[in-house]
């Protein structure tokens, strides 16, 4: 939950103050909603080292991109 808020919002801070289209900005921030990849997952099968955490992160972070999209994409049409 806390990746998917700070990065979007840091997101949203650093391209405001990069002076990028708002366009730019609409798209950066709806890319960092998205829940966290699986990657850490099959790191972590390939390696033998803490699958468990990375799959628990990524069903948390689906979980709670529900409720992250959603807000994000209300959001989204106030940026200008």
Same mark, same amino acid.
């Given at each position: 939950?806390?990746?998917?808020?700070?990065?979007? @919002? $840091? %997101?949203? =801070?650093? &391209?405001?103050?990069?002076?990028?289209?708002?366009?730019?900005?609409?798209? *950066?921030? @709806? $890319? %960092?909603? =998205?829940? &966290?990849?699986?990657?850490?997952?099959?790191?972590?099968?390939?390696?033998? *080292?803490?699958? $468990?955490?990375?799959?628990?992160?990524?069903?948390?972070?689906?979980?709670?991109?529900?409720?992250?999209? *959603?807000?994000?994409?209300?959001?989204?049409?106030?940026?200008?």
């Amino acid at each position: 939950a806390l990746k998917n808020l700070a990065h979007t @919002l $840091l %997101t949203f =801070i650093i &391209a405001r103050l990069m002076n990028c289209p708002t366009q730019m900005v609409r798209e *950066a921030v @709806l $890319l %960092t909603a =998205i829940p &966290a990849g699986f990657i850490g997952v099959l790191f972590g099968i390939a390696y033998k *080292a803490k699958s $468990l955490e990375a799959g628990s992160v990524l069903l948390l972070s689906s979980l709670t991109s529900a409720l992250t999209l *959603a807000i994000t994409i209300l959001l989204l049409p106030m940026i200008r």
